[in-house]
Structures are given as C-alpha cells and as structure tokens.
C-alpha cells in the first residue's frame, strides 16, 4: 500500500509538472512523424498519412514559437486529425486487410499493411498526445488566471505553450528604474534657473555700464 501511495504521488507530481509533459508531448509528435514518413512508403492509401504529417509539423512550428494562436490551431487540427483516422479505418481498414493477393502482387501488399500498422500506430500516439494536450491547456489557463492583472495588448505568447512571469512586476522594474532619471531632472532644474538668474543680471549690468 504504501508503495502505491508512492507512485501515485509521483504519478500525481509528473502531471502537475508542465515542462515534463511538454516535453512529452514532442517526443509524441516525432513519433507522429516517424509514423507517417514510414506509412507513406505504401503503395495505396496513404493520403491521409501525410495530411498528419502536416499536422504534425505544424505542431513543431506551434510549440517552438510559444505561439497562443497556433497552438489553438492546431488543439483543433488534433481533432479534426482523429476524426479523420477514424473515417479512414471505417472505409478502408477492412479493404486493405482482405487485399487481393491475385491482383496485387507480394511488395504492394507488404507495403499497403505496413501503411496500415503506421496508421494504427499514429492513431493511438494522437490519442495519448490529445490527453497531454488537454492538461497543459489546463495548467496554461490556471496559471494565467492566478497571475496578476495585465493590460490589453499582452504578447500572445504568454500562453499555455509558454507561461510567463506577470507583467505587473515588469512595470515597477520600469517605475523604479525611471525614478531616478526624473529625480536628477528635478535637481539640475533649480541650477539650471539660477544660472540664467546669473547671466541675465550680468547682462544687465553690461547694459547700464554701456549707458
């Protein structure tokens, strides 16, 4: 008992730790890609292998430029991902299973399976990635609604792709570091005004010599 009680508590830890789960997530998307590039050697059937392919790059470019945006994007091409792998297994799972060896010759029907053991393959790592997926967008969205009050044109890359540090104290950085550059202003005002004093009575005074 007390040795589950362990793993849990660090099963519990390692979902609550983002980076770790990032960095999960990416190896899975390279799987994703291995997955593909191998599957679209197959001699049919292998569109919508490539189709994930670009999705999985795409995610790539989502998760290296900490974009908010794209990451969005790419939640949805997720699903629309799956939902595809599914419509592929109903129409052609079963077709390519019972492939012709009369028609088809050994090579062509060796490459067919293998774009199908690359599809199933891909199918469950997106599944899994869909499920990390899900809790860094929970963990990205607590952390941005415990951080401080930010204004309206806040970088879109503080996201659940890469939580920042609040703006909040990045404004007091600025005020305390322009404090002092208004306080030497407020000191050389007076010398500047008595300097002038100085001069303009020594005009003055050149003036009445003159007269």
Known sequence: MMRCGLRWREIQAWIRDYDRIQSLAVKLIYVQIGCSLIGSLGAFYNG??????????????????????LGRTYAVLLCCSIL?????FILFSHEIWHISSEIYGTFVILSVKLTL???????SVRLSSSLL???????????IDNSAPRETDVDLRNSFLNPATPIGGQNHGIATLESPSSAETSRLN????????IEDGDNAARKLQIV
């Open 190 to 197: 007076p010398s500047m005004s008595r300097s002038y004093r």
């Open 48 to 69: 919508v292998l490539l189709v994930n392919l670009a999705v999985s790059l795409f995610a790539l470019v989502a998760i290296e430029s900490s974009s908010q945006s």
């Open 117 to 123: 053991t690359m599809q199933i393959i891909g199918f």
């Open 133 to 143: 997926w899900i809790q860094m967008y929970r963990m990205g969205a607590s952390y």
């Open 84 to 88: 595809l792998d599914i419509a592929w």
